[in-house]
């Protein structure tokens, strides 16, 4: 067990996810932009690239994400993945969205939540998206383009955005978003030690803890048809666990939440 342990930590990137802090002025997506020098072989493990603005911002399942010059972090990770195999995914997913949610909890305290798959939610608001771009070769899982984008100070959000909130709505403050970008770096730097360990347990159990709904009555829909159910969890691999008269389990993209529309 010693050597195993030995042998893994030899093999921990010595350098910190931050170490290479990359300031852009305007970029058209800091996502593109790191996979970009990834291919070029410009960028190693732990180079982060932070936009002050984006021209084309990528959300989730294809969307945008649009945020306003200066005033909310966007940034992108590049992320070693060697050690993981492709099937636990998940995982790392998990771990990051603990990152951003330990950061943003630091701010705005309770009522801060990670709403499946790796939003971060504040009450029913949105506070923080996270997109995750994989490099795999073969069989193997090289790199993760980690894209974050988190509302700082940023006080007033469009039709795009009916249910985004900002920390400066929260806690009535305005923030350096640089500084916080450079935090961040440290909240995802210690998440991705944990899951480096192998400490899968208590990262699902963690994320489990502050399920955005967790065995609460929720809405979602599935093919057009809206059904409410109970959130159970979320399994090792990943799906989404609801109670609905019978357990029913659903992957990624399966179904959508229904929230009700705040603004």
Same mark, same amino acid.
């Given at each position: 067990?010693?050597?195993?342990?030995?042998?893994?930590?030899?093999?921990?990137?010595?350098?910190?996810?931050?170490?290479?802090?990359?300031?852009?002025?305007?970029?058209?997506? @800091?996502?593109?932009?790191?996979?970009? !020098?990834?291919?070029? !072989?410009?960028?190693?493990?732990?180079?982060?690239?932070?936009?002050?603005? %984006?021209?084309?911002?990528?959300?989730?399942?294809?969307?945008?994400? &649009?945020? =306003?010059?200066?005033?909310? /972090?966007?940034?992108?990770?590049?992320?070693?993945?060697?050690?993981?195999?492709?099937?636990? %995914?998940?995982?790392?997913?998990?771990?990051?969205?603990?990152?951003?949610?330990?950061?943003?909890?630091?701010?705005?305290?309770?009522?801060?939540? $990670?709403?499946?798959?790796?939003?971060?939610?504040?009450?029913?608001?949105?506070?923080? #998206?996270?997109? /995750?771009?994989?490099?795999?070769?073969?069989?193997?899982?090289?790199?993760?383009?980690?894209?974050?984008?988190?509302?700082?100070?940023?006080? &007033?959000? #469009?039709?795009?955005?009916?249910?985004?909130?900002?920390?400066?709505? *929260?806690?009535?403050?305005?923030?350096?978003?640089?500084?916080?970008?450079?935090?961040?770096? $440290?909240?995802?730097?210690?998440?991705? %030690?944990?899951?480096?360990?192998?400490?899968?347990? =208590?990262?699902? =159990?963690?994320?489990?803890?502050?399920?955005?709904?967790?065995?609460?009555?929720?809405?979602?829909?599935?093919?057009?048809?809206?059904? &409410?159910?109970? *959130?159970?969890?979320?399994?090792?691999?990943?799906?989404?666990?609801?109670?609905?008269?019978?357990?029913?389990?659903?992957?990624?993209? &399966?179904? @959508?939440?229904? /929230?009700?529309?705040?603004?």
């Amino acid at each position: 067990m010693l050597s195993a342990l030995t042998i893994h930590h030899e093999s921990f990137p010595k350098k910190i996810i931050g170490h290479s802090f990359n300031e852009l002025q305007m970029i058209n997506s @800091t996502n593109s932009y790191a996979m970009q !020098k990834v291919q070029e !072989k410009l960028a190693e493990h732990g180079t982060v690239y932070f936009a002050h603005h %984006q021209t084309n911002g990528k959300g989730t399942r294809g969307k945008g994400w &649009e945020s =306003k010059s200066g005033e909310n /972090i966007m940034i992108s990770m590049v992320i070693d993945m060697k050690f993981l195999a492709i099937h636990q %995914q998940f995982f790392f997913s998990a771990a990051i969205a603990l990152a951003v949610f330990d950061f943003y909890f630091k701010y705005a305290g309770k009522g801060t939540s $990670i709403k499946w798959p790796n939003d971060i939610y504040y009450n029913d608001s949105k506070a923080a #998206g996270i997109l /995750i771009e994989n490099c795999i070769k073969g069989n193997q899982w090289q790199w993760a383009i980690v894209g974050i984008g988190i509302n700082i100070n940023q006080l &007033e959000f #469009g039709n795009h955005a009916p249910n985004a909130i900002s920390l400066a709505q *929260i806690t009535q403050q305005q923030y350096d978003v640089l500084q916080l970008a450079k935090e961040l770096c $440290i909240h995802v730097q210690k998440r991705y %030690q944990e899951l480096h360990l192998f400490e899968f347990e =208590k990262i699902l =159990k963690i994320y489990n803890t502050n399920l955005y709904k967790k065995n609460m009555l929720a809405k979602l829909k599935k093919d057009n048809i809206s059904f &409410e159910c109970v *959130i159970d969890g979320v399994a090792a691999n990943g799906d989404l666990m609801v109670t609905n008269g019978l357990q029913s389990a659903f992957t990624f993209g &399966e179904v @959508t939440w229904e /929230i009700l529309k705040i603004k």
